[in-house]
């Protein structure tokens, strides 16, 4: 504490605050704060009048009165007491008396000045509430005769006489309020002590279920403290109506035990909670009674207030048994501290309740207002200790779950190594061995492997959707091509193993979505799957339903209801097993390799796209697993730019116009990613174009000097000059020299309102990335329409690539549906294939560098890069986790970055492995013997130019000459060195092509 306080530092404007706070005390306290005030003592006069009374009886005989005090009692339910009014009346005097249920008159000099009651008729009760009564004064008063008659139905109250005070109002007022402090002002703070805490609790219940128990507690104290104040003598200055008041009071009395019943019951984890209803059910009942009874004039309230005090008196015991029995039995482990709070509040009632017994008129309340005061204490002090517990378990519990969820993905990554080179040896085997035993042997291998790297994939999506590493992708779709392609994919399946399988389909005929069409048809397969491996007999039902919501979202597009519900006649789930189907560290059963893990993945997807996935089940009858997410309807601009299928380079894509072609457009592509060069290139081929690439800003600035082009695609996100830059610079040129250039944008990142962001920038126009066919042909018309000519018939050579692809096809990971789609045909998806491969040694040394590095901008680059790279083939786990660490490396979240980077290389590695051994298996194009012979001669000129055009950054051509060395036989040397060349040229790296051209071989 003292080196806290030495470490302070003090500011000349805290010290000034700190002087002015010292004097302003010292004001305080010499001009007399705490002495007796002269305002109270002189300008709020009153006196009691209590001297020199005498009391009238029935019979005309007069007699000495006391007041205050208790009349003599004649018979006639009435007092009637006499006096002379003193000579210290000014113009503000008053008189008062308070009413004991009495009806009251007050005369002076004989004339009534003032009166109180209420009939029958008019109040519907025998007794009436009891009242203060004010009279004026005035001067010519003094000495005159005072009167004051009070009466009543019931003897009980008809003969008290309390007293009669004179001054002016607020002195009258003022002593009324000291005299009745416990009785009216102490209720008043705790009434606003219990709406402050019952506020405090209602909002804290919101964040925490846990509080929710104290909120009985709140309102019980609420209920006495209102009692109270209804029910005090001063209730007048607050209620206008003290009749209603009244016999408010008396019913919230005969309440107040039921909240405090229902928040023991909570705290005492319902043990008791038949008796406590009971107790609960009683004390309304006898409430309902009592109110019939006084409302229908039989009974007043005053009069059944005994069973009241004794119903609430007998509740409290029992509540003082029940936690005794818990105290006795050591059951009480949580709310110890409101609990001693209960223990004060019920020994406060039962002794008040013993006070009101021996002496009714006493008032007992201030000691029930402590117990009061202590239990709402002792519950804020239990609520905010039970925060802090339960936060601090939260916490702790999210570290476990953190550590855990990260061990489970580092183990993952480390399995699927050993296992990818299980199941590739494995393949060895069924492919080498012909004894039938063996290969029963490998396909057990085979069948067993791909379960559990289904299972270490299932862990890693967890692992990713609980790190918040999910990246949802819109795009157009058609939602009944996704339902009936799923069918057609399960209905064999499930008639392999005897089951029918069944569709049902309501509102989703020709309706075209905006969403993640690839993660909805994941989670649905996953549900199928698991519905056909746990269903023996029956039948499986798939149902999909659309339903319009008539509203829009923000970017005006209708918004649907999507529903799937998937029914089996299964084993069905246990109640037990249900509640913990969702656990990820639960398995609720498994079979035929299904781990149950799938389901959980599931839900945490639905969950990222705000939706959950509900289960009914009944064990040994079937499931139902269902749910419902909302999906924007595709517009107009999402319609007329919709393909649902991988369109290859001979067929149409433009109805109207057809395939693009011209060999007078003059195209440059600009990328720092040469896969991405190799993709777009690819799929301008079929245009006729002539096409140049370059891999950076200041390339494609230097190219388009020396050469005119008509359209460029540009990358925007470039390491060096980025494409805004370069765009600018581009302009800039073409303005000068007087001639039209279309610029396109390319980019990873797409998002609302881009083409209004990149036409602000300057671009005509943009793409994202992975290009599609589709969209690339149309920029084509829709900007150079002019120079397009008639389109030659194309020859369809995707056969050739079939074996490779259909090997491409098992990597698990790889969509190759939608990696024709973004590439256009087989044949390109092939060569971008072995591009990511190609380039990938060099991409992961960069990446290795980087994190050694720790240079956040190119790393984002980098990662940006294998995004799109990865999505160009298809693989959108790669490309969703590189999503992800883009976003964060964007947003400065320096620590996420770099943290996950080095499993992100993981996946990278993992990926390019199983696919360089497909590519190696396959990299022999055409047969040995078909190939022609090159001399020695050829093949030195063929290394001498490839110098020469690396010397002079001329990569198109080096590529041509590589592609023509392709048709020669050549010695493995010579394969080295052509491997070489590549991965330089890969890197756009001339040194490393004019080294590896230097190495060893034949020249």
């Not at 008019?122 to 009466?151: A, C, N």
């Not at 392609?485 to 029918?500: C, H, M, N, Q």
């Not at 460029?712 to 303005?735: C, S, T, V, W």
């Amino acid at each position: 504490m003292l080196d806290m306080i030495s470490k302070t530092k003090f500011s000349f404007e805290s010290i000034i605050c700190y002087v002015l706070l010292v004097l302003i005390a010292a004001k305080l306290f010499s001009s007399g704060l705490f002495k007796s005030n002269d305002y109270i003592e002189n300008e709020l006069s009153y006196s009691v009048l209590s001297q020199g009374w005498e009391q009238v009886l029935a019979d005309g005989r007069i007699v000495p009165a006391e007041v205050p005090g208790d009349a003599v009692k004649d018979g006639s339910n009435r007092f009637e007491i006499q006096s002379t009014l003193p000579d210290s009346i000014t113009e503000h005097s008053w008189l008062s008396i308070r009413s004991t249920r009495q009806n009251i008159y007050i005369y002076i000099d004989g004339q009534l000045r003032k009166s109180y009651y209420r009939t029958f008729e008019e109040y519907g009760r025998t007794t009436v509430p009891s009242f203060y009564l004010f009279v004026q004064l005035h001067k010519d008063d003094i000495g005159k005769s005072i009167r004051i008659v009070g009466s009543s139905a019931y003897s009980s109250f008809a003969y008290d006489i309390n007293e009669v005070v004179m001054g002016n109002q607020m002195g009258i007022w003022y002593y009324y309020t000291i005299k009745d402090y416990s009785g009216f002002v102490l209720p008043l703070i705790v009434f606003f002590i219990a709406i402050g805490v019952l506020s405090i609790l209602l909002i804290v219940s919101i964040y925490s279920k846990t509080s929710r128990r104290f909120i009985f507690l709140g309102l019980g104290v609420l209920l006495y403290s209102s009692w109270e104040v209804c029910d005090s003598h001063l209730r007048q200055l607050l209620f206008y109506n003290v009749s209603v008041a009244s016999d408010a009071a008396y019913m919230i009395f005969s309440l107040i035990p039921i909240p405090f019943l229902y928040s023991l019951d909570i705290l005492l984890q319902k043990r008791y909670h038949k008796s406590n209803m009971f107790c609960a059910l009683m004390i309304a009942s006898l409430s309902l009674v009592t109110g019939y009874l006084n409302d229908m004039g039989h009974v007043a309230f005053i009069f059944t207030m005994p069973y009241l005090v004794a119903g609430a008196v007998l509740s409290t015991i029992y509540m003082l048994i029940t936690i005794f029995i818990d105290i006795f039995k050591k059951r009480l482990v949580e709310n110890k501290i409101t609990i001693s709070g209960y223990l004060g509040f019920a020994f406060s009632g039962i002794i008040a309740g013993v006070f009101f017994a021996i002496k009714p008129e006493t008032p007992a309340t201030p000691i029930v207002n402590l117990g009061m005061i202590m239990i709402m204490v002792c519950a804020v002090v239990d609520m905010i200790h039970s925060y802090v517990i339960d936060r601090r378990d939260r916490i702790v519990a999210e570290e476990v779950s953190s550590a855990k969820s990260q061990f489970i993905a580092s183990m993952s990554h480390e399995i699927r190594t050993p296992i990818n080179s299980i199941m590739g040896m494995d393949e060895l085997i069924l492919r080498e061995s012909r004894e039938e035993e063996i290969t029963a042997y490998a396909r057990n291998i085979r069948d067993y492997g791909k379960s559990l790297l289904r299972l270490v994939n299932e862990i890693l999506d967890y692992s990713r959707l609980e790190s918040g590493n999910v990246n949802l992708i819109e795009e157009t779709f058609d939602a009944e091509i996704a339902i009936t392609s799923l069918y057609k994919i399960f209905e064999p399946i499930a008639d392999k193993k005897g089951l029918k399988m069944e569709l049902r389909e309501h509102g989703i005929k020709g309706r075209l979505l905006l969403g993640d069409n690839e993660k909805i048809c994941k989670m649905i397969g996953e549900i199928l799957t698991n519905a056909i491996t746990y269903t023996d007999e029956g039948k499986v039902t798939l149902e999909a339903f659309i339903e319009d919501l008539d509203k829009t979202d923000e970017t005006g597009h209708d918004l649907v209801m999507f529903s799937i519900r998937v029914t089996d006649t299964g084993v069905g789930i246990s109640d037990t097993d249900l509640k913990k189907i969702f656990d990820p560290f639960e398995n609720t059963g498994e079979k035929d390799g299904q781990s149950g893990m799938a389901l959980v993945v599931v839900n945490r997807m639905l969950e990222a796209m705000g939706s959950r996935l509900s289960v009914r089940s009944r064990l040994g009858k079937g499931s139902e697993f269902s749910f419902d997410i909302i999906q924007k309807k595709a517009g107009e601009i999402e319609i007329a730019g919709w393909n649902t299928k991988p369109i290859e380079p001979d067929l149409s894509i433009l109805k109207e116009k057809g395939r693009y072609y011209s060999e007078k457009l003059n195209v440059l592509c600009v990328d720092d990613s040469t896969m991405n060069l190799s993709v777009i290139e690819g799929l301008l081929k079929r245009t006729g174009a002539s096409i140049k690439t370059a891999i950076s800003g200041e390339e494609a600035v230097s190219l388009a000097i020396l050469e005119q082009y008509d359209v460029i695609f540009m990358d925007h996100r470039m390491p060096g000059m980025g494409g805004e830059k370069a765009m600018n610079m581009l302009r800039k040129h073409y303005q000068r020299i007087d001639r039209k250039i279309v610029i396109i944008a390319l980019t990873g990142n797409e998002f609302e309102g881009a083409r209004k962001e990149y036409r602000k920038m300057g671009f005509d126009d943009y793409l994202s990335k992975p290009v599609k066919t589709f969209d690339l042909e149309k920029m084509l018309w829709t900007y150079c329409e002019d120079m397009a000519q008639s389109p030659p018939e194309v020859v369809d050579e995707s056969c050739l690539y079939d074996d490779v692809f259909d090997s491409i096809k098992g990597v698990d990971g790889i969509n190759t549906d939608n990696g024709i789609k973004y590439c256009g045909s087989k044949e390109l998806f092939v060569n971008a294939v072995k591009t990511f491969v190609d380039t990938s040694d060099d991409n992961i040394q960069m990446l290795n560098d980087l994190i050694n590095s720790k240079d956040l901008k190119n790393g984002v680059i980098k990662v940006h890069a294998l995004k799109s790279n990865a999505r160009v083939i298809g693989c959108g786990i790669l490309s969703e986790h590189a999503a992800f660490l883009e976003e964060r490396g964007d947003q400065g979240d320096v620590e996420t970055f770099w943290n996950d980077v080095p499993k992100l290389l993981t996946e990278y590695i993992e990926l390019t492995d199983r696919l360089k051994a497909i590519c190696k298996e396959h990299e022999v194009a055409a047969d040995e013997d078909s190939l022609m012979e090159i001399t020695p001669d050829e093949l030195k000129d063929a290394y001498s130019a490839i110098e020469e055009c690396a010397i002079s950054l001329d990569y198109d051509s080096i590529e041509q000459i590589l592609n023509e060395l392709a048709g020669y036989k050549l010695s493995d040397e010579d394969k080295k060195k052509i491997a070489l060349i590549k991965k330089g040229l890969a890197a756009v790296d001339n040194d490393r092509i004019i080294k590896a051209i230097k190495t060893e071989g034949s020249e």
